[in-house]
């Protein structure tokens, strides 16, 4: 069951521009079996160009239906069958908008006729909808209006049904699948069956090999997949569209992935990755000792400038881990950003603050509980290496620790004749530290267990 779907539009993006016509096909698979065409008031003006396009006036659409007053009418015609459309990506990035306006989030599986012509009828030097129909010889009675559109579509749709059912002798996967349908026409579906289910990183390419995006998963098989059924926001379904190529590296251990993954993205800076990996922690957690000898904290935006003792994705989350060692530590308000006075704090007026933020109680006395706090932020042990699942039965793998600084990982097999500690240190890769690699380690290992911590 289809709903096969053309709009007209006041210009190009989904964000900024309106709906001004629409066109619904219901269709069974063998032929139409329900319509419905409406001009739609976008409620701001119509550009003069595309006027000279699609011949729709701002007059035309003066007394045309707003979108939320056919919004009901779209849901109920479009509700259990798949959207189809001539470079769908654009037709229900639209109408997703338009409804996100409203409140709701519409959600259908797609199907883009472009992505069927060019698996199904390959060979043409263009797949716009003007140029594949001149081909094929289906008329188009109203170019860039919906109706005229949606129509072609429909004859276009049916055409590559029939190829479907000649090359397969049924109805394949490529119909049935929706995700399939709509990804590069380059990509070989052939490896989706070949992805583990395992730990690791994934590296997509676009058609002329270029890196684009680097991940990680505990799964790469559900992550990727993920991915390729995407249809969520632009910015993803552009990146679907782009996949031309896809590789992946086994790490045994989800933390060896994460690890990966954030050292490649920072030397290879895949398009996609950019400003994601930016924007990951943009909070830290700060200490300094001020002129009369007291420890103090403050949260605050990540920079250069300053060694944050913990970074965080959010103001939020900064906020609440200082304001979590305040309570746990029994420190001053005050003198941890969390309090802006010129004289004692809040806490202290109420008995719980013994009195640093006004020269009750001694520097010395103060530092010892908030040296305490500043100690969560360090490892407990200095020297380590942290074992873990390996990428196979009798491999593990190690990161190495020293001074509480990261130095690398590497991988062993546990059945080794005298694999001892000076091997261990032998098999680790050298690796840099960094910020985010602190983080890393500090969260993976306080929300996950490892195999075992050996000292050295």
């Not at 060019?118 to 797949?127: A, C, Q």
């Not at 002329?208 to 926001?233: M, V």
Request: charged letters at 25%; a neutral charge.
């Amino acid at each position: 069951m289809y709903a096969i779907i053309d709009i007209e539009t006041t210009g190009g993006s989904a964000i900024n521009e309106k709906i001004t016509e629409i066109a619904i096909y219901l269709h069974d698979g063998e032929k139409i079996t329900g319509e419905f065409v409406s001009l739609v008031n976008p409620e701001k003006n119509i550009p003069y160009f595309i006027t000279n396009l699609t011949g729709i006036t701002n007059e035309m659409v003066e007394d045309a239906p707003r979108f939320f007053e056919i919004a009901k009418t779209v849901v109920e015609l479009t509700e259990g069958r798949t959207f189809v459309a001539h470079n769908a990506r654009f037709d229900y990035s639209f109408i997703r908008q338009e409804f996100k306006s409203l409140g709701f989030n519409y959600k259908r599986n797609l199907l883009d006729t472009v992505a069927l012509s060019r698996k199904l009828i390959s060979g043409h030097r263009s797949y716009s909808l003007g140029n594949i129909c001149r081909d094929l010889k289906i008329v188009i009675n109203g170019r860039h209006r919906a109706a005229g559109d949606a129509l072609a579509t429909v004859k276009l749709f049916e055409i590559i049904l029939e190829k479907d059912k000649e090359i397969n002798g049924k109805r394949s996967s490529l119909i049935k699948n929706t995700r399939v349908s709509k990804l590069n026409p380059k990509l070989d579906t052939a490896k989706f069956d070949a992805i583990p289910e395992e730990p690791g990183v994934y590296y997509f390419y676009d058609e002329s090999g270029e890196l684009i995006y680097i991940g990680k998963s505990r799964n790469l098989k559900q992550r990727i997949d993920t991915h390729l059924s995407n249809n969520t926001t632009n910015r993803a379904m552009e990146m679907r569209d782009l996949i031309a190529d896809i590789g992946w590296e086994l790490t045994g251990s989800e933390l060896i992935a994460l690890l990966k993954e954030s050292l490649e993205i920072k030397e290879s800076k895949p398009f996609y990755n950019r400003a994601q990996k930016r924007s990951s922690f943009q909070w830290g957690i700060y200490s300094f000792t001020d002129r009369n000898g007291y420890i103090n904290f403050s949260y605050g935006p990540a920079n250069s400038d300053d060694e944050p003792l913990s970074l965080l994705t959010s103001r939020e989350k900064a906020k609440g881990r200082l304001e979590s060692l305040v309570t746990a530590h029994n420190l001053c308000q005050g003198l941890s950003g969390l309090y802006e006075t010129g004289g004692p704090c809040f806490q202290y007026h109420v008995g719980i603050c013994k009195g640093a933020c006004c020269g009750k109680e001694t520097p010395e006395k103060y530092n010892e509980r908030a040296s305490q706090a500043i100690e969560e932020f360090v490892f407990a042990r200095r020297n380590f290496f942290i074992i873990d699942k390996g990428r196979e039965t009798e491999e593990r793998c190690a990161v190495k620790m020293v001074n509480g600084k990261y130095s690398g990982y590497g991988y062993f097999n546990i059945n080794d004749m005298g694999f001892g500690l000076t091997a261990l240190h032998e098999c680790i890769k050298p690796l840099a530290d960094n910020q985010d690699i602190q983080v890393i380690l500090k969260q993976y290992l306080r929300s996950n267990r490892v195999e075992k911590i050996i000292e050295f």
